[in-house]
């Protein structure tokens, strides 16, 4: 069988290295003095397994919330004798400046620092340890790295104290100390995002081997100090970098550029114009060029052959035929080209074999791909334009759509405008139209970077966008391996604070779903989580709105699947005063049907466990069920589950019926005149994973009505659905008990006439196992 999209499996290496990071102390090492984490001393990890160990760390830390960041991690790497790094990637507010203090001695080839707010003028005395050895540095977006923590000196003290540094790094006087004399290995630096108040130009002067330099959103006060590489530099990006003809002149002296990025973040923002002059020098004076980003200028008109002169034919890549004048000039195609929100996007020609834009799926696509790490801003925009695609029109490229979403989302989890765009995108793109493409890992992962943006954002549309998207799997199969924390996310958003109808409606319908078709074990798990309270809050709410919308027919829905076979939520609906909301909503709603399904299916829950039945058996309940069974609602179903509260009760026998009125003959009266007025065809909305507490009520004399009911239960069942619940009565013992029923003098002629019509239609499946009663199929949404 053909595999799916996105079902490569994780390497050895990769497996290995997640397990050993979460099960720290059972592999690697031991808790040492003060509860610190100590490597053991018989471990000796090369550099290709260190690198793993940290960067998957910090994977980790930011996309799963089951996992537990271990305080003196960092440590574990303090000795190069028995640990080797040389390329880490470290990113968001978590890492602290104790932590690369405590990797100084390591000879890193490789620093990556992103968005790392935390980190003060500290992290810049620590990153001198690494000045023979580093080659590559970025040290994007970290606001505060050129600031002293709180005005305190920037010389510290190797011994300070863990908790010295436990709130993040506050701006206070700029540090003027570092310099970068000594990197002299340095060949790929990222600045974007240096604070205005640090000079550049003095900043970069020690650093004469630079072959990459990202200066974007940097303020720059000159610009011809970027000359001193011209005879180096391959790769400069400019992203938001006020361009004027002074910087198009230095730039184009760089003669061996290969990567160019003079792009901007929109047009509405650019007070520079790109003419045809400014792009054929580009073309003319940078022969090395294969990658050039020109994304969020405008472009004058002449910058592009006229919709007549075109080249015939399908779209070109070959530069002779550019629909952009000046790249007719190129020697052949460039490997890349940002053009997104630009005019130049939209034309025929593009002599480029990747392009980023909004033309077409393609170039929205790429530019997700381009943008995502360094630039949210353009990523989000262009991940709304994917929805659009994925609603309205049909995504092409589906793996690699999902893939780059969630690549996203789990990169900017931080980032609301990232989680808003791609849990929309997320919802059109697993809706059936392509589930069958897609494999259980990637849906995996489209599931937890769902929860990871329902924990991270309260905000009402992430909420729905996420609640939304999860609709579109299986439940609770697909959720299963997240079951508990989904449940708690959902109980969250329902908190009675939330007033929001559309999520309070989906949250409750998941939930629904949730608790529908699921062992036990879970079941009495979400119990325990506060699932019954809730339920019985939002019931509470409603009533006091005196409205029966979705939301309350889905909790009590909740609330009948959640105490099948589970005594503990049973009780706790007791405790909650669900008995009080029955008589209100009955009261409330005398006319909705599916409501008073759902609630009477919820009571036959509670009347199986007979510890419970005492606190049913007071003249107002016994009466309401007594006048229940009169009820036409939803077919025979809200007649069948009071008959079968009652039944229940009445198992007990006539001792523990201590009340006068409604006296217990008169009851049972009724209760076998319902019996004697249902369909014995009829179709059911319920759905029975066992028999046992119908079952407990046949092999007993105390209650022959009881008897009747559960033996007419077993018939319509059988009769009507014999694929399923044949071979359920079977293996639970059925035909056994039915037998005794036949031998029992108490046993009513009618009861024995049924069981026998039910003990030949098990006979008969026996012989013919094919039978499927013309297609009918059980409703599985309920269970009573």
Same mark, same amino acid.
């Given at each position: 069988?053909?595999?799916?999209?996105?079902?490569?499996?994780?390497?050895?290496?990769?497996?290995?290295?997640?397990?050993?990071?979460?099960?720290?102390?059972?592999?690697?090492?031991?808790?040492?003095?003060?509860?610190?984490?100590?490597?053991?001393? #018989?471990?000796?990890?090369?550099?290709?397994?260190?690198?793993?160990?940290?960067?998957?760390?910090?994977?980790?830390?930011?996309?799963?919330?089951?996992?537990?960041?271990?305080?003196?991690?960092?440590?574990?790497? *303090?000795?190069?004798?028995?640990?080797?790094?040389?390329?880490?990637?470290?990113?968001?507010?978590?890492?602290?400046?104790?932590?690369?203090?405590?990797?100084?001695?390591?000879?890193?080839?490789?620093?990556?620092?992103?968005?790392?707010?935390?980190?003060?003028?500290?992290?810049?005395?620590?990153?001198? *340890?690494?000045?023979?050895?580093?080659?590559?540095?970025?040290?994007?977006?970290? *606001?505060?790295?050129?600031?002293?923590?709180?005005?305190?000196?920037?010389?510290?003290?190797?011994?300070?104290?863990?908790?010295?540094?436990?709130?993040?790094?506050?701006?206070?006087?700029?540090?003027?100390?570092?310099?970068?004399?000594?990197?002299?290995?340095?060949?790929?630096?990222?600045?974007? =995002?240096?604070?205005?108040?640090?000079?550049?130009?003095?900043?970069?002067?020690?650093?004469?081997?630079?072959?990459?330099?990202?200066?974007?959103?940097?303020?720059?006060?000159?610009?011809?100090?970027?000359?001193?590489?011209?005879?180096?530099?391959?790769?400069?990006?400019?992203?938001?970098?006020?361009?004027?003809?002074?910087?198009?002149?230095?730039?184009?002296?760089?003669?061996?550029?290969?990567?160019?990025?003079?792009?901007?973040?929109?047009?509405?923002?650019?007070?520079?114009?790109?003419?045809?002059?400014?792009?054929?020098?580009?073309?003319?004076?940078?022969?090395?060029?294969?990658?050039?980003?020109?994304?969020?200028?405008?472009?004058?008109?002449?910058?592009?052959?006229?919709?007549?002169?075109?080249?015939?034919?399908?779209?070109?890549?070959?530069?002779?035929?550019?629909?952009?004048?000046?790249?007719?000039?190129?020697?052949?195609?460039?490997?890349?080209?940002?053009?997104?929100?630009?005019?130049?996007?939209?034309?025929?020609?593009?002599?480029?074999?990747?392009?980023?834009?909004?033309?077409?799926?393609?170039?929205?696509?790429?530019?997700?791909?381009?943008?995502?790490?360094?630039?949210?801003?353009?990523?989000?925009?262009?991940?709304?334009?994917?929805?659009?695609?994925?609603?309205?029109?049909?995504?092409?490229?589906?793996?690699?759509?999902?893939?780059?979403?969630?690549?996203?989302?789990?990169?900017?989890?931080?980032?609301?405008?990232?989680?808003?765009?791609?849990?929309?995108?997320?919802?059109?793109?697993?809706?059936?139209?392509?589930?069958?493409?897609?494999?259980?890992?990637?849906?995996?992962?489209?599931?937890?970077?769902?929860?990871?943006?329902?924990?991270?954002?309260?905000?009402?549309?992430?909420?729905?966008?996420?609640?939304?998207?999860?609709?579109?799997?299986?439940?609770?199969?697909?959720?299963?391996?997240?079951?508990?924390?989904?449940?708690?996310?959902?109980?969250?958003?329902?908190?009675?604070?939330?007033? #929001?109808?559309?999520?309070?409606?989906?949250?409750?319908?998941?939930?629904?779903?949730?608790?529908?078709?699921?062992?036990?074990?879970?079941?009495?798990?979400? =119990?325990?989580?506060?699932?019954?309270?809730?339920?019985?809050?939002?019931?509470?709410?409603?009533?006091?709105?005196?409205?029966?919308?979705?939301?309350?027919?889905?909790?009590?829905?909740?609330?009948?699947?959640?105490?099948?076979?589970?005594?503990?939520?049973?009780?706790?609906?007791?405790?909650?005063?669900?008995?009080?909301?029955?008589?209100?909503?009955?009261?409330?709603?005398?006319?909705?049907?599916?409501?008073?399904?759902?609630?009477?299916?919820?009571?036959?829950?509670?009347?199986?466990?007979?510890?419970?039945?005492?606190?049913?058996?007071?003249?107002?309940?016994?009466?309401?069920?007594?006048?229940?069974?009169?009820?036409?609602?939803?077919?025979?179903?809200?007649?069948?589950?009071?008959?079968?509260?009652?039944?229940?009760?009445?198992?007990?026998?006539?001792?523990?019926?201590?009340?006068?009125?409604?006296?217990?003959?008169?009851?049972?009266?009724?209760?076998?005149?319902?019996?004697?007025?249902? #369909?014995?065809?009829?179709?059911?909305?319920?759905?029975?994973?066992?028999?046992?507490?119908?079952?407990?009520?046949?092999?007993?004399?105390?209650?022959?009505?009881?008897?009747?009911?559960?033996?007419?239960?077993?018939?319509?069942?059988?009769?009507?659905?014999?694929?399923?619940?044949?071979?359920?009565?079977?293996?639970?013992?059925?035909?056994?008990?039915?037998?005794?029923?036949?031998?029992?003098?108490?046993?009513?002629?009618?009861?024995?006439?049924?069981?026998?019509?039910?003990?030949?239609?098990?006979?008969?499946?026996?012989?013919?196992?094919?039978?499927?009663?013309?297609?009918?199929?059980?409703?599985?949404?309920?269970?009573?």
């Amino acid at each position: 069988m053909a595999a799916k999209a996105g079902d490569n499996p994780d390497s050895l290496m990769t497996l290995a290295t997640v397990f050993c990071l979460r099960n720290l102390r059972k592999t690697m090492c031991y808790q040492g003095s003060r509860n610190k984490l100590q490597l053991r001393s #018989d471990i000796f990890l090369p550099s290709e397994i260190c690198d793993k160990l940290v960067n998957t760390y910090m994977e980790l830390v930011h996309t799963d919330s089951n996992f537990e960041p271990e305080e003196s991690f960092f440590q574990l790497f *303090s000795d190069p004798r028995s640990t080797r790094l040389t390329r880490v990637q470290l990113r968001e507010d978590f890492v602290r400046d104790r932590d690369l203090e405590a990797i100084k001695k390591q000879d890193l080839i490789e620093l990556h620092l992103t968005y790392c707010n935390s980190l003060s003028s500290r992290s810049l005395k620590t990153l001198t *340890s690494f000045r023979e050895t580093l080659v590559s540095l970025c040290l994007f977006s970290c *606001s505060n790295i050129f600031y002293r923590q709180g005005g305190a000196p920037l010389a510290c003290n190797e011994d300070t104290e863990d908790d010295e540094e436990e709130s993040p790094a506050s701006r206070q006087a700029l540090d003027t100390n570092f310099s970068f004399q000594g990197f002299n290995r340095l060949r790929l630096l990222n600045l974007g =995002g240096l604070s205005d108040e640090v000079d550049a130009e003095t900043l970069l002067k020690p650093l004469r081997s630079l072959t990459s330099l990202d200066l974007s959103n940097v303020q720059l006060l000159g610009t011809t100090f970027l000359t001193q590489w011209k005879d180096r530099l391959a790769s400069l990006v400019l992203y938001n970098v006020d361009l004027s003809e002074e910087l198009v002149s230095t730039v184009v002296e760089l003669v061996n550029l290969r990567h160019l990025d003079i792009s901007r973040e929109s047009r509405r923002t650019s007070k520079f114009k790109m003419t045809r002059k400014i792009l054929t020098a580009i073309v003319q004076r940078l022969l090395n060029l294969v990658s050039l980003d020109i994304s969020g200028h405008i472009m004058l008109d002449n910058c592009t052959v006229p919709h007549f002169e075109e080249a015939m034919g399908r779209p070109s890549i070959e530069p002779c035929k550019s629909s952009i004048y000046p790249f007719q000039e190129l020697k052949r195609p460039l490997q890349f080209l940002g053009l997104y929100d630009t005019t130049l996007c939209n034309v025929m020609h593009i002599p480029a074999y990747k392009v980023t834009g909004s033309k077409n799926e393609d170039q929205v696509l790429n530019a997700i791909e381009a943008y995502t790490e360094f630039r949210p801003e353009l990523a989000h925009r262009a991940i709304n334009q994917l929805f659009d695609i994925a609603r309205i029109q049909h995504c092409g490229q589906l793996l690699r759509a999902l893939q780059l979403v969630i690549a996203a989302l789990k990169c900017h989890k931080y980032d609301k405008s990232i989680q808003v765009t791609g849990s929309a995108a997320l919802f059109y793109l697993t809706n059936t139209e392509y589930r069958s493409d897609q494999s259980v890992r990637l849906r995996r992962e489209v599931i937890e970077v769902v929860l990871n943006g329902m924990e991270q954002y309260q905000e009402v549309t992430v909420q729905r966008n996420c609640c939304l998207t999860l609709c579109n799997f299986s439940i609770p199969e697909e959720l299963e391996f997240q079951y508990s924390r989904v449940n708690q996310l959902l109980l969250k958003i329902l908190e009675p604070a939330r007033q #929001d109808e559309s999520i309070q409606r989906i949250a409750v319908h998941l939930c629904n779903a949730l608790v529908c078709q699921v062992d036990n074990h879970h079941k009495e798990a979400v =119990g325990k989580m506060g699932f019954v309270k809730t339920m019985l809050n939002l019931i509470q709410k409603k009533l006091q709105d005196r409205m029966c919308d979705q939301v309350m027919e889905f909790s009590w829905s909740a609330l009948w699947n959640i105490t099948d076979e589970t005594p503990d939520n049973c009780q706790m609906f007791l405790n909650c005063r669900g008995m009080s909301l029955f008589l209100e909503c009955l009261q409330e709603f005398p006319d909705k049907q599916e409501l008073h399904r759902n609630m009477l299916g919820l009571l036959g829950n509670v009347a199986e466990v007979k510890a419970l039945r005492p606190q049913l058996l007071t003249p107002q309940f016994i009466t309401v069920f007594s006048n229940l069974l009169d009820s036409k609602a939803d077919g025979i179903e809200v007649s069948y589950n009071a008959c079968g509260v009652l039944s229940h009760i009445m198992f007990d026998g006539p001792d523990v019926w201590s009340m006068e009125e409604p006296r217990r003959d008169a009851v049972m009266d009724k209760m076998w005149d319902a019996i004697q007025s249902w #369909d014995v065809s009829s179709r059911r909305n319920i759905n029975y994973r066992s028999f046992e507490p119908i079952l407990r009520l046949l092999p007993q004399s105390i209650s022959p009505v009881s008897q009747h009911w559960a033996t007419w239960a077993l018939y319509n069942l059988v009769s009507v659905y014999p694929s399923k619940y044949c071979p359920l009565l079977i293996k639970e013992g059925g035909v056994g008990l039915l037998e005794k029923v036949l031998e029992l003098e108490s046993s009513q002629p009618e009861t024995k006439e049924m069981a026998r019509k039910v003990m030949e239609q098990c006979e008969n499946f026996k012989e013919d196992p094919m039978e499927t009663n013309h297609g009918q199929e059980v409703n599985y949404e309920q269970r009573g």
